[in-house]
């Protein structure tokens, strides 16, 4: 079974040309002020709209703020819980060890078995 090309083009020697949707991928101009952006530094603006801005942003930035300190103690907290539970764990485990006392009464049983030289 043999495929057929599909061309977009009428004649076989011109190359297809790409539909104008898919070429084009820049965003439109908004015809809309409240839409555009612009630069504070080399927009004119009057005080009042500088002054507008930076009250926006202050608010802005309070509200970040709020949600970065409360995740900020969060990771703290659990950082902290974490680093205690390791050392409290650590010291739990190493009060329940009994080798080293183990170790010590056997080799103080196997010294009493050993018979008694004058070296000893």
Same mark, same amino acid.
């Given at each position: 079974?043999?495929? %057929?090309?599909?061309?977009?083009?009428?004649?076989?020697?011109?190359?297809?040309?790409?539909?104008?949707?898919?070429?084009?991928?820049?965003?439109?101009?908004?015809?809309?002020?409240?839409?555009?952006?612009?630069?504070?530094?080399?927009?004119?603006?009057?005080?009042?709209?500088?002054?507008?801005?930076?009250?926006?942003? $202050?608010?802005?930035?309070? %509200?970040?703020?709020?949600?970065?300190?409360?995740?900020?103690? $969060?990771?703290? $907290?659990?950082?902290?819980?974490?680093?205690?539970?390791?050392?409290g764990? @650590?010291?739990?485990?190493?009060?329940?060890?009994r080798?080293?006392?183990?170790?010590?009464?056997?080799?103080?049983?196997?010294?009493?078995?050993?018979? %008694? @030289?004058?070296?000893?």
């Open positions: 079974m043999q495929r %057929k090309l599909v061309t977009l083009s009428n004649d076989r020697n011109q190359p297809c040309t790409p539909c104008p949707k898919m070429a084009d991928k820049t965003p439109k101009e908004s015809s809309a002020p409240y839409a555009t952006r612009i630069d504070p530094m080399k927009a004119e603006l009057s005080n009042e709209h500088i002054h507008f801005i930076r009250q926006v942003e $202050l608010q802005q930035w309070k %509200k970040k703020v709020g949600t970065l300190r409360t995740r900020n103690v $969060l990771t703290g $907290l659990t950082i902290g819980a974490l680093v205690v539970g390791i050392y764990y @650590t010291f739990y485990s190493v009060s329940q060890e080798i080293m006392d183990d170790l010590d009464q056997e080799a103080n049983l196997a010294r009493l078995r050993e018979p %008694k @030289t004058g070296a000893n």
